[in-house]
């Protein structure tokens, strides 16, 4: 256990190395994921609105 | 093929079957990535012997040769997309390059940092201006650029398009760029130096680095189609708006 | 012949006006090299080895300022649109767009190098190598400049993007340039070679891409 928090001496390298990439990747994936759902919720809302819209008109 | 440049980009009919499609196999892709992803780290972590010369730590190798990769693999797609988009005037083209870019910026951000952050141990310097860093530094000036564009003109069928000439521009000088930053790199260093990872590549190594590449690669494409499929629907809502405004 | 002719002319004339852009980018030009010793200390010994560096950067930074000049006049009031109509290709026109900026940027900072090279005590051996380098090089500035002019020739306030996109793009020049004069006592003529080649492609190429950009800018 103490071998891999030491990683030989280059703890201070490796483990900054793969948390950097960890939270990229994790980042990234949140970033992504949410603006995707913004838009998704924001096009339902506008397209119920229109649906509504139009059978307003229709009755 | 409809090649009208006066109307704004064609709507939705070929990007609606794109998006059936895209959201089948989203999941998929998601579970693929993270299963490589997953797996990758914790055999580069924890089951790769250390190497011969650098120690332990080669590890970086596993985390610093994928993001690189990843940063060329990035901007050769989105040559891609800006050659069809410049030549075919498919109508996702310009979306799948836009969509790419932020991506493949923040790969060769990260191939620098880990880069550096392998250097430091190999070379006692956390940048000693070697040649394929320095290369990742001007190619992720060239991802700004690019970036730069797309927000800088208004009219995105307009941005596409000139993006997309500085995009291939930028894709033919950058072989040149890598050459010429290679061959300044020779003259003012002494051929003993220690290359950026060269451990000699046993199986112990090739394997894991693959499982990486490529668990960053499908990771890359799960993010590329989700950013796509949300940038439709945000053209999708802005066309919808502009009709309710003036309808 | 006479048309792209009377175009050169005509941007020649404006650039070596008071607002043009020919002494902008010679003051330029003299004052980063100026500023350079005083970050760096007299020693001249220093000064000395890196005088071809820092000329060759001042070079490429003082391009840069006159290139969003090249389009910007001729896309406000219009003219850019009449000219992408006329019957000479706007590939030609942009060819002589390039030759008129080499004329009045290029060519002033050809002739004040050596001057400046003299504030750094470079090696004598090194002017001719200079000139040479600048004379090859500074084409190609021009020309990728010009690729850049073109992409952001709608933009307002193209300039600070104009230098984000081109100065990437112009890293071998600087980098072959800059050799050339630096190791100029032990050959340094494959730099001048690889210099030549980068800058006739560049050169070649150049009014092509710019006339796509600049349709593409005027199409939408």
């Not at chain 1, 949140?30 to 096009?43: E, G, S």
């Not at chain 2, 440049?5 to 895209?22: D, G, H, Q, T, Y």
């Not at chain 3, 002017?127 to 600048?134: A, F, H, Q």
């Given at each position: 256990?103490?071998?891999?928090?030491?990683?030989?001496?280059?703890?201070?390298?490796?483990?900054?190395?793969?948390?950097?990439?960890?939270?990229?990747?994790?980042?990234?994936?949140?970033?992504?994921?949410?603006?995707?759902?913004?838009?998704?919720?924001?096009?339902?809302?506008?397209?119920?609105?229109?649906?509504?819209?139009?059978?307003?008109?229709?009755? | 093929?409809?090649?009208?440049?006066?109307?704004?980009?064609?709507?939705?009919?070929?990007?609606?079957?794109?998006?059936?499609?895209?959201?089948?196999?989203?999941?998929?892709?998601?579970?693929?990535?993270?299963?490589?992803?997953?797996?990758?780290?914790?055999?580069?972590l924890f089951e790769v012997?250390?190497?011969?010369?650098?120690?332990?730590?080669?590890?970086?190798?596993?985390?610093?040769?994928?993001?690189?990769?990843?940063?060329?693999?990035?901007?050769?797609?989105?040559?891609?997309?800006?050659?069809?988009?410049?030549?075919?005037?498919?109508?996702?083209?310009?979306?799948?390059?836009?969509?790419?870019?932020?991506?493949?910026?923040?790969?060769?951000?990260?191939?620098?940092?880990?880069?550096?952050?392998?250097?430091?141990?190999?070379?006692?310097?956390?940048?000693?201006?070697?040649?394929?860093?320095?290369?990742?530094?001007?190619?992720?000036?060239?991802?700004?650029?690019?970036?730069?564009?797309?927000?800088?003109?208004?009219?995105?069928?307009?941005?596409?398009?000139?993006?997309?000439?500085?995009?291939?521009?930028?894709?033919?000088?950058?072989?040149?760029?890598?050459?010429?930053?290679?061959?300044?790199?020779?003259?003012?260093?002494?051929?003993?130096?220690?290359?950026?990872?060269?451990?000699?590549?046993?199986?112990?190594?090739?394997?894991?680095?693959?499982?990486?590449?490529?668990?960053?690669?499908?990771?890359?494409?799960?993010?590329?189609?989700?950013?796509?499929?949300?940038?439709?629907?945000?053209?999708?809502?802005?066309?919808?708006?502009?009709?309710?405004?003036?309808? | 012949?006479?048309?792209?002719?009377?175009?050169?002319?005509?941007?020649?004339?404006?650039?070596l006006r008071a607002g043009?852009?020919?002494?902008?980018?010679?003051?330029?030009?003299?004052?980063?090299?100026?500023?350079?010793?005083?970050?760096?200390?007299?020693?001249?010994?220093?000064?000395?080895?890196?005088?071809?560096?820092?000329?060759?950067?001042?070079?490429?930074?003082?391009?840069?300022?006159?290139?969003?000049?090249?389009?910007?006049?001729?896309?406000?009031?219009?003219?850019?649109?009449?000219?992408?109509?006329?019957?000479?290709?706007?590939?030609?026109?942009?060819?002589?767009?390039?030759?008129?900026?080499?004329?009045?940027?290029?060519?002033?900072?050809?002739?004040?190098?050596?001057?400046?090279?003299?504030?750094?005590?470079?090696?004598?051996?090194?002017?001719?190598?200079?000139?040479?380098?600048?004379?090859?090089?500074?084409?190609?500035?021009?020309?990728?400049?010009?690729?850049?002019?073109?992409?952001?020739?709608?933009l307002k306030r193209g300039?600070?993007?104009?230098?984000?996109?081109?100065?990437?793009?112009?890293?071998?020049?600087?980098?072959?340039?800059?050799?050339?004069?630096?190791?100029?006592?032990?050959?340094?003529?494959?730099?001048?070679?690889?210099?030549?080649?980068?800058?006739?492609?560049?050169?070649?190429?150049?009014?092509?891409?710019?006339?796509?950009?600049?349709?593409?800018?005027?199409?939408?």
């Amino acid at each position: 256990m103490m071998h891999y928090l030491d990683m030989g001496g280059f703890a201070a390298f490796i483990w900054p190395s793969y948390a950097l990439s960890v939270l990229a990747i994790t980042t990234l994936t949140v970033w992504v994921l949410r603006a995707d759902r913004r838009a998704h919720d924001m096009l339902k809302r506008i397209e119920q609105g229109e649906n509504r819209n139009r059978q307003a008109v229709s009755l | 093929m409809k090649n009208d440049r006066s109307r704004p980009a064609p709507s939705l009919a070929n990007p609606k079957r794109f998006l059936e499609i895209v959201h089948v196999i989203l999941p998929w892709v998601g579970t693929l990535a993270g299963l490589l992803l997953l797996g990758g780290f914790y055999w580069a972590l924890f089951e790769v012997p250390p190497d011969y010369q650098q120690g332990e730590s080669v590890r970086i190798m596993f985390v610093h040769v994928p993001a690189a990769w990843m940063s060329l693999f990035v901007y050769g797609l989105i040559a891609v997309s800006s050659f069809v988009g410049l030549v075919f005037a498919h109508p996702l083209a310009d979306v799948a390059a836009k969509t790419a870019a932020p991506l493949g910026a923040v790969f060769t951000a990260l191939a620098l940092v880990t880069g550096s952050l392998w250097g430091k141990p190999m070379w006692g310097a956390y940048w000693v201006w070697d040649a394929r860093l320095t290369s990742e530094l001007i190619l992720l000036l060239i991802y700004f650029g690019y970036i730069a564009l797309w927000y800088a003109i208004e009219d995105p069928a307009r941005a596409g398009r000139v993006a997309a000439v500085f995009a291939l521009v930028g894709a033919v000088d950058l072989p040149i760029i890598h050459f010429s930053v290679n061959w300044w790199h020779s003259l003012h260093q002494p051929a003993s130096v220690l290359r950026m990872g060269a451990p000699t590549m046993s199986a112990a190594y090739l394997w894991p680095l693959g499982i990486m590449a490529l668990g960053y690669t499908v990771f890359f494409i799960w993010l590329w189609l989700l950013r796509i499929r949300t940038e439709v629907r945000k053209r999708r809502l802005r066309s919808i708006l502009l009709q309710g405004s003036t309808g | 012949m006479t048309a792209l002719w009377a175009l050169v002319v005509r941007d020649v004339r404006l650039a070596l006006r008071a607002g043009g852009g020919t002494l902008l980018a010679a003051a330029f030009f003299a004052t980063v090299a100026a500023l350079v010793p005083l970050g760096v200390g007299p020693d001249l010994q220093l000064l000395a080895r890196i005088a071809g560096g820092v000329l060759w950067v001042a070079a490429l930074l003082a391009t840069l300022l006159t290139l969003d000049r090249l389009f910007q006049v001729d896309f406000e009031d219009g003219s850019l649109d009449v000219l992408a109509l006329s019957p000479v290709t706007l590939e030609a026109i942009c060819a002589a767009k390039m030759a008129a900026h080499w004329l009045t940027t290029g060519l002033p900072l050809i002739l004040l190098a050596p001057v400046l090279a003299l504030l750094f005590n470079m090696n004598t051996e090194a002017y001719g190598v200079l000139l040479l380098s600048l004379g090859i090089g500074t084409p190609a500035l021009t020309a990728i400049g010009h690729i850049g002019a073109g992409i952001t020739v709608s933009l307002k306030r193209g300039g600070l993007i104009l230098s984000l996109l081109v100065l990437p793009l112009e890293v071998p020049i600087i980098i072959f340039g800059a050799a050339a004069v630096m190791n100029a006592a032990d050959g340094g003529q494959t730099a001048l070679l690889l210099l030549a080649a980068f800058s006739l492609g560049a050169v070649i190429l150049s009014p092509f891409a710019t006339a796509a950009a600049v349709r593409l800018n005027l199409g939408s």
